[in-house]
Structure formats: C-alpha cells, structure tokens
C-alpha cells in the first residue's frame, strides 16, 4: 500500500470519476494491501473551495470500487459545497467499504467507513435503485460519521442536502450512522444492523431525551427525535 492515501482528490480537480479499484486490497479482492491514509480522501485539501462533482463508484456493472483495510477512513469526503457551474458535491454509489470483494468477508477501514468532514454538504451516499447501494461493514469507527459538517448531506434516497440511503451498514465498531454536527443531513432507507453502539446517533454519542419543543433546540440535525412506537401489529404464523 501507500504511505498515505491511495486516492486522494483535491485543489478544485472536480467532475471526477473514480470506479472499479481495489483500494487497500490485492487484485484478488481478498488480501490486505493497505494504505497508511485513507482509502479515498476527496476534502478539497490545501484551501481548495471547489473539489466537488465527483462520483466515486456508479450504478454499471464494475463501476463500484472495493475500499478496504485503510489505516483511515474507508472514504473521506468534505470542504467544498459548489463550484462556478452549480455543480455541488459529490456522490458515493455501489461500494464495498470494509469487506472483500465478495462483499462478505470482514476488511475493515480503521476509522469510519465513511467520513464526511471539513464542512461538507451536499454528499450524496447511496440512492433508491439496487445497483447504487453501498455496503458498509465491519470498519473500525462509525459506518458513516458526519462530523463537522455544515448539514444537508443525504444518506440514502437523495431528499435533503447530504443524503445517505438504500446502504446496507453493519458490523462496524461505532455507530451504524453518527451525525455529530450540521443540519438538514437526510438518512433514509437504509439497513442498520449489529453495529457496536446506536444505529442512528444524533449529536453526542448515546441516546438521547426527545423533546417537545423540538424546534428550538440547538445541535446536530437539530437534534431530531428518535421516532416513538406506540402500537405494533401483524399476523400469526
């Protein structure tokens, strides 16, 4: 591997294309080369405003990358929100991050599977079609960690600012989905499950109170509700 990080995307080079790579794995997808950095660092390094418009990986047969067994996070995403064209940010579809190419076998990053930091917004993880799902798994942090960032980032279906939705997260060391910071971060869709702590954490780590003056308060996504069940039904087997 790299002593530092094995793709990184920075000084306004935007309206990139990153797809079909093994990052931190051989050509056989299923042993360990890994980078000292992360797998992919796109943050708009340097004081560079204008890093955005790239897709790494893609909706095609082959187009998604295999990013795994990084000294860092798996993705790093931030800086940058548009450019001169009305391009903004940039989209993550059909990975593997943290697993081998088979997309079963644990290679985690070490830190988060994806990171977005330094004031992102507008990062699109994740869409409504099958082929656009990102697998996340069995890195060392959160499987996405949000922190700090301006908000509107989508996680899932892209409704909101940074979205992340339709992803497939689990196994991994932190939270499934932690947004420490920034407003109007959209996680929609997605399967959430066996991660260390909290599968969605708002704000400071661990649970907390729901309020009824919601509105009001002050914090990451500012600070929203955990949703209440009062009533569940189904049929008998």
């Known amino acids: 591997g ?9 000084n306004a080079a935007g309206q990139n294309l990153i797809q079909g ?45 295999v990013i795994s067994a990084n000294g860092l996070s798996g993705v790093e995403l931030g800086g940058a929100t548009s450019d001169v064209f009305g391009n903004k940010g940039s989209t993550v579809l059909g990975n593997l991050i943290g697993t081998d190419a088979t997309g079963f076998a644990a290679m985690g990053n070490q830190g988060a599977g994806i990171h977005i930091d330094q004031g992102g917004s507008y990062f699109v993880i994740g869409n409504s079609d099958t082929a656009s799902v990102n697998t996340i798994g069995f890195n060392g942090g959160d499987g996405v960690l949000v922190d700090p960032a301006n ?67 002050s914090g990451a996504n500012n600070l929203q509700n955990a949703p209440l069940l009062t009533q569940a039904s189904g049929a008998t087997t």
């Open 2 to 10: 790299n002593l530092g990080d094995g793709v990184e995307v920075s």
């Open 151 to 217: 908000g509107n980032n989508y996680i899932g279906t892209a409704i909101g600012l940074n979205s992340i939705a339709n992803n497939l997260i689990f196994f991994n060391g932190g939270a499934g989905v932690r947004v420490a910071s920034g407003a109007g971060n959209a996680v929609r869709q997605n399967s959430i499950y066996s991660n260390a702590q909290l599968g969605i954490d708002i704000d400071a780590a661990g649970p907390l109170s729901n309020s009824t003056c919601n509105s009001s308060n």
């Open 21 to 65: 790579n093994y990052i931190g794995l051989d050509v056989s997808g299923a042993s360990k080369v890994p980078n000292t950095g992360d797998g992919i660092n796109h943050t708009g390094l340097n004081g560079a405003a204008n890093a955005v418009g790239t897709m790494i990986g893609g909706e095609t047969a082959g187009a998604g990358n």
